[in-house]
């Protein structure tokens, strides 16, 4: 069954792929309309989910995230229509060289192809995962949580209404049906059909999909973020921007989860202590520990912990060395910071953390495709190949050489 | 033991990354010279290489792909002089903006980290991989052919010797020990441990490393290059580029494997002719069979058979449409070329055809990154992910996010 809808997939992918932009840019109009013209029906559709999660105990917070209303499906639909109005990145040329031959080069960006979600209970993101894959030229297998069934055949009957009448097939976005569990490790193993997988979801689900893939995975496992804070740092800046790091929201992935307080910074203190008295739980080693009473003893487990919570732990270290030594040992590789008043030491951190953001003297949180200015993201990959950070429409891309020749032979 | 290795040169390669562009230059340079002060203990090396090669029965071809002699050995060092040259991609600014915050944001170019290389026979990849990787500031885990052990080490050692004595630290670049056949599959393994693989060699160690590896692999496994040669095509660059094309070389993979004559094309008989009279085979469906008496028929194995000798399958097609969609069907993705006069059609061919490489009257067989300009090549890659067609420098590398900001707290 995954073959043959990953060849029906491929098959509309290449239709897709011959689109230009403003085809494009139509058809997530189009989709954006047929989701507000079919909110009663969505809604509806998604009491049913709201009602059984309800009736088999989900949580307050996991029926937060399942619930839609009308606000929630206008913010939706809009979301399409931003997507829409991003600039297209296929057909963008990378480089061009001409060779003494007189053969002209090119490097184009081109669609990957077929990309598969396998995402958690959010109904949204099937309307924000499939945009983006056919803003960008892809067509989408998307694979829902069963809590979301209805809601996400809802919205997918939808968007596919909205495409295919400005010109999109049908097979560019499809739902795998719900019943069949074996399907997400078909499509897992499914190298040379399905391109790329993109899982959506909390950390077991990532893992899941790590450890099964056959396929290239774009994601991020863990975000475990430093903030390192300097002797030279600036008081008032690292107060807040610790404050801000961790608690403007601690559910992120971008949130920080290991404070670094240089042994010669004079104000470790006042940082420690607005954190508390804002009430989070600070773990510290002996050094921190000593820096206020209410620090609770670290263990080593803490070091490697993504608390997604109001829970820090915090370590005191000699200098710049000492902390890029412990962010190599511990950190995710997703986003680790300086705070530091010192340029040579900000550039040093930059040029030798290897993370895949790495910032100077700004809260980790900002770490985001629409904070980085990128309009939206499919997600953060933490991988070495291919994309990293925030990955939004570019990332959803490759290249490939065309070559203009005259008649060139090879000698 | 990959562990161990893996780990050793985990820590090689952030020193390695550390250093700057004429500092991994002048380690390159000295790799060279000792590869030209080690003649003799590496000849000697070698001639043991051949004597067992001998003794076991290695065919002539094997045996000349394993010999060094001097003016071999000063080849690879010349070559390791020339990486050497090739401006350093890392610390490359890929873009940058300015947040409406302030905080600036940059991509820049990094190295990849671990890369393992598993070759075959020919001892000069030691030296050629394991320098692509350290221009690039990457760390190299090398397993060669077991015919070329005693080769490999004695190059391997002399490349460790001259980067030692410039500051590049001996784990930068490790050679397998030859005797635990395991390694490789362990190698394979090391998720999170090796970055990427790389495979130099025929397609069943291609084969074997991808249906093994649970690291990224850049690699081809297959050059089924297409030339489709249109109706207006020039006959004259015709004949020349189909000729060059298939016959140049035989056994590279940007060799022509299947030539697509358009039937209103009205010099076929002519290209045909020149191939069969320069002594190629021809395999041809039934039309193709009409232009040439000497052409034998195609079995249908033959659309999908990478010869890579003096044998082409040949088909008659009706127009552009199903040139492409008999390359959408039978191609690797490798290079797929077409022969026309027409501006319209060769810029459809160069935007539909989905391979790595797509060319416009130019011969296949330029598919290669010395030929792009690249100045080296540590292979051809047909996955969609990361580097396509030739890789040299800039697919060892791949890049992070550098913010800096003044103190930005996220709102």
């Known amino acids: 069954m995954i073959a043959q809808m990953a060849q029906a997939g491929r098959a509309a992918q290449r239709i897709l792929a011959r689109m230009d932009d403003p085809a494009k840019a139509r058809a997530l109009h189009a989709a954006a309309a047929a989701l507000r013209e079919d909110e009663a ?14 009736a088999r105990g989900l949580t307050g917070a996991m029926l937060d995230r399942l619930r839609l209303d009308s606000s929630r499906l206008t913010g939706i639909a809009d979301a399409v229509d931003a997507v829409a109005e991003l600039p297209d990145p296929v057909g ?42 056919v803003r960008s030229g892809n067509a989408a297998l998307l694979r829902g949580g069963s809590e979301a069934v ?43 059909e399905v391109d790329m997988i993109v899982p959506r979801g909390g950390k077991s689900l990532v893992a899941r999909v790590q450890a099964d893939a056959r396929v290239p995975v774009l994601a991020h496992l863990d975000g475990i973020c430093h ?31 290991t404070l670094l ?8 203190h006042r940082v420690v202590a607005d ?16 820096l206020d009473p209410r620090i609770l003893p670290a263990s080593a487990e803490d070091w490697d912990t993504e608390y997604l919570d109001a829970i820090l732990s915090v370590a005191v270290v000699d200098g710049l060395d000492e902390a890029l030594e412990h962010i190599a040992r511990h950190s995710s590789g997703h986003t680790d910071a300086i705070v530091s008043d010192d340029d040579a030491v900000r550039e040093r951190f930059l040029a030798e953390v290897d993370s895949a953001i790495v910032m100077a003297n700004a809260s980790s949180q900002f770490a985001d495709g629409g904070e980085f200015g990128l309009g939206a993201e499919i997600g953060i990959a933490t991988g070495r190949l291919h994309a990293r950070g925030p990955v939004a429409l570019e990332g959803l891309t490759t290249y490939k050489w065309q070559v203009r020749g005259s008649g060139q032979a090879r000698p």
Chains 1, 2 share one sequence.
């Open 41 to 54: 029906t969505i809604l509806a559709a998604n009491a049913l989910d709201v009602a059984a999660g309800e």
């Open 150 to 192: 209805h809601s996400n055949r809802a919205i997918h009957a939808a968007l596919v209404r909205g495409l295919a009448a400005a010109g999109v097939p049908k097979a560019a976005v499809q739902l795998l049906p719900d019943q069949d569990r074996a399907l997400v490790g078909a499509m897992l193993a499914a190298a040379g």
């Open 275 to 290: 954190l508390l008295d804002a009430g989070c739980e600070l773990r510290g080693d002996a050094r921190a520990q000593a």
């Open 227 to 257: 903030s390192y804070v300097h002797s030279s740092a600036d008081p008032d800046m690292a107060v807040e921007l610790a404050h801000n790091a961790k608690l403007r929201r601690t559910g992120i992935c971008g949130a920080m989860e």
């Open 92 to 133: 963008q040329i990378i480089d061009s060289t001409t060779r003494p031959n007189g053969m002209k080069l090119q490097r184009i960006r081109i669609p990957v192809g077929l990309i598969g979600i396998i995402y958690e209970s959010r109904p949204n993101v099937t309307a924000d995962a499939a945009v983006l894959c």
């Open 261 to 268: 307080l240089d042994a010669a910074f004079p104000a470790s």
